[in-house]
Structure formats: C-alpha cells, structure tokens
C-alpha cells in the first residue's frame, strides 16, 4: 500500500522525452534497456513512443550521442550474452549433479539367479 501523502511527480522536458524515443528506435537495442538507462519506467517510455508515432512529440532533427548509442548497443550484447552463460550454467550443475550421484548397479528384482541342477 503507497504511503500517504502527495506524490512525487516528474515532468520530462520535450527534448528529453523525443531524445528517449531515438533511443529506442535503434537496431538491437531495447525499450527496457533504454528506460533502465534514463531510470524511467519502460511503460512511461512505451507511451511516448505512441506519442511520437501520432505526432505529438517531434523526434526528427534530434541528435543522439554517439557514444550513448554505441554503450547502449554494447549493454544488449552484455545481457544476451551472460543470460546465455546462465543457461549454460545451470545446464552444467544439472550434469554435474546427474553424473555424480550414486546409482545402484542392479535392481534386485532384474537380477537373475540360477537354480542350481538337481
């Protein structure tokens, strides 16, 4: 339950919110990588996406940085990448675990015994 009292609102300038629209158009790069970078909530992005899309926030004519593209790029092939080592991982304890428990050589009921000649 929110605590009481007035909350705490933000207002993005223009520029900043068509800036965080750029961002998230480029290639390979995600709309919750990009919200996580600017710490806004990715709906919040999602929805001034809409926005631009309908013309309300103009994206043309922004500039990004260079260097903020290219980190945003090098952050998804990060994620992709250690979420992939994680698979594998997790893979790896499962094998390691199977391979190093105990199993018994037979089963009683599969061994077979020879009744001796009468």
């Known amino acids: 339950m929110p605590a009481p009292g007035p909350r705490t609102t933000y207002r993005y300038?223009?520029?900043?919110?068509?800036?965080?629209?750029?961002?998230?158009?480029?290639?390979?790069?995600?709309?919750?990588?990009v919200a996580e970078s600017l710490y806004i909530h990715p709906f919040m992005l999602s929805r001034w996406r809409k926005l631009?899309?309908?013309g309300v926030i103009v994206t043309k004519g922004i500039e990004l940085d260079k260097?903020?593209?290219?980190?945003?790029?090098?952050?998804?092939?990060?994620?992709?990448?250690?979420?992939?080592?994680q698979v594998e991982h997790d893979l790896l304890k499962k094998a390691i675990a199977f391979t190093s428990s105990p199993r018994p050589t037979s089963l009683p009921s599969?061994?077979?015994?020879?009744?001796p000649p009468r």
């Open 13 to 33: 300038s223009d520029h900043f919110k068509a800036t965080a629209v750029r961002l998230s158009e480029l290639s390979g790069v995600s709309v919750r990588d």
């Open 52 to 54: 631009a899309r309908e």
């Open 67 to 85: 260097t903020v593209a290219a980190e945003l790029k090098a952050l998804r092939e990060v994620k992709r990448k250690y979420e992939r080592l």
């Open 110 to 115: 599969s061994r077979t015994t020879r009744k």
